[in-house]
């Protein structure tokens, strides 16, 4: 694979990481207009108390983003690596949460793969992810 075809600096990654500050400070609206209408998500962890989620339809999407975000420290968000062409791209980043009042503060480290649709919106998008105590 030449850089020509992968970059951190691809479409599909500027679409990513753009998407990711959003939620990441709770900006709702924008992180919403970025997702297919047929988003279809995935994410898993090897962690027994947190569920698996299979969500199709911007709607069940970002019901599950809101409330996994809230949580999320605004500004916390870092990527680590990006990787991605037109249409294809993979993040590893970071972000500090603290779930609940008296919820300890962790750090996510996660990777989030995506596919764009032809209207450069997120279609596809799977998430491994877990959490480590600061």
Known sequence: MTDKQSSPDAPAVAIARAHAEAWSHHDWDTARAMLAPDVHVITMTTQPDLPATDLTGVDDYMEGLIKFARAVEPGSARVVASVGDERNSLIL???R????PEGPNVTIPAARLALLDENNKIKTEQVVFFTLPD
Do not use: E, H, I, R
Not at 97 to 100: D, E, I, P, T
């Open 93 to 95: 980043l970071t972000v």
């Open 97 to 100: 949460a603290s779930f609940g």
